[in-house]
């Protein structure tokens, strides 16, 4: 996959997916009730008017607007130096852009992000994400995972007799 156009489709799809969940939520789902669906894992809407667990959002809708397009470029940055032989990291960078760009939409046209989904036992829960969320989680892993491939190729010891 040398050309760009797979991963820009990713990109797109990653969108497009998140953004149409986003709309059912907001269309079917209560404001802050949760539906249980497994004993660890439920619905509930919220809004995220920061960025990650809400951090930053002191910085207000047009500094936090700002934030993320300087991230994107900087992603598409380091995607676009990525040799075309690295599909694990290009995939990685493209599923980070696209959850980072649905993300950057809500906040563009709702001051917020719409979150969803929660992980929680009887005592402890972690904070509300969104599939966008995920698609930056696993992106970064992918980027990491290409990296320590990359690490352990290069600390392959060379045959002394080629």
């Known amino acids: 996959m040398k050309s760009w156009s ?6 797109v799809v990653a969108i497009a997916l998140d953004q149409w969940i986003k709309q059912l939520v907001e269309s079917s789902l209560a404001f802050q009730e949760k539906v249980d669906l497994l004993p660890f894992l439920a619905l509930f ?20 607007v700002v934030v993320a397009v300087l991230v994107v470029a900087f992603v598409l940055y380091l995607a676009t130096r990525t040799p075309a032989g690295h599909v694990i990291a290009r995939t990685g960078f493209a599923l980070i852009i696209g959850g ?24 402890w829960s972690f904070a509300v994400f969104n599939l966008a969320d995920a698609f930056i989680s696993v992106g970064a892993a992918l980027v990491v995972f290409n990296e320590l491939i990359g690490w352990r190729r290069e600390a392959k010891p060379q045959d002394p007799g080629n």
Request: proline share 2%; charged share 10%.
């Open 45 to 64: 809407r919220t809004y995220n008017t920061g960025i990650a667990f809400s951090m930053l959002s002191s910085f207000g809708d047009t500094g936090l």
């Open 100 to 123: 980072a760009l649905g993300n950057l939409i809500d906040r563009a046209v709702y001051g917020h992000v719409i979150d969803y989904i929660l992980f929680h036992t009887p005592v």
């Open 6 to 11: 797979a991963y820009a489709v990713l990109v």
